[in-house]
């Protein structure tokens, strides 16, 4: 009997638990997947000389195509 009522307690106690851990997953779900719908990412670009990539913001645009510094762009289209 006392096997019983322990077994109990402990189901009691994982089902608590469970839905204790459950519940703010529920709550952050629908924040989460919101999350990156107002802000999605900006298309980077590829400097030409060295290959990093930028916002287009940052870019410097040359006859050839984009680079990361006005120093890039003069090493390649001079
Ligand atoms: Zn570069």
Partial sequence: MK???LLGLFLLIG??????RSAPARVAAPAAGA?????P????????HCGVHLPPADAITGHAGVYCSEAHRAIRER
């Fill in 35 to 39: 999350a990156p719908e107002p802000a």
């Fill in 3 to 5: 096997f019983l009522l």
């Fill in 15 to 20: 089902y608590c638990w469970r839905s204790l």
């Fill in 41 to 48: 990412a900006p298309t980077m670009l590829r400097c030409l």
